[in-house]
């Protein structure tokens, strides 16, 4: 994957957690919507990311190992930002 590529699939993992902790339902379009991709590149990366086990591209949910990477993800910026508050 591209520099790119990497940092819009980190930010579709997180956008994932953050639509599960809003209760709010995911959806490719909805993905669209909040990244400002087009479709093609989001059903890619939900393919792609399918493939590594970090989510269920049929459902548009994150997988057990994708949470889990999620979470931990969430949890260091959430410490970055502390540390530099500082």
Avoid: F, N
């Avoid at 957690?17 to 919507?33: N, V």
């Avoid at 493939?51 to 994708?66: H, I, N, P, T, W």
């Amino acid at each position: 994957m591209h520099e790119d590529e990497e940092k819009l699939a980190w930010r579709l993992l997180e956008t994932l957690y953050e639509l599960g902790r809003g209760d709010i339902p995911a959806t490719p379009e909805r993905l669209c919507t909040w990244l400002d991709v087009p479709d093609t590149r989001v059903q890619a990366l939900l393919e792609r990311l399918d493939a590594q086990g970090l989510v269920d591209r049929d459902r548009c949910r994150l997988s057990m190992k994708g949470l889990v990477l999620a979470v931990s993800m969430h949890g260091a910026q959430k410490l970055a930002r502390q540390s530099t508050a500082a």
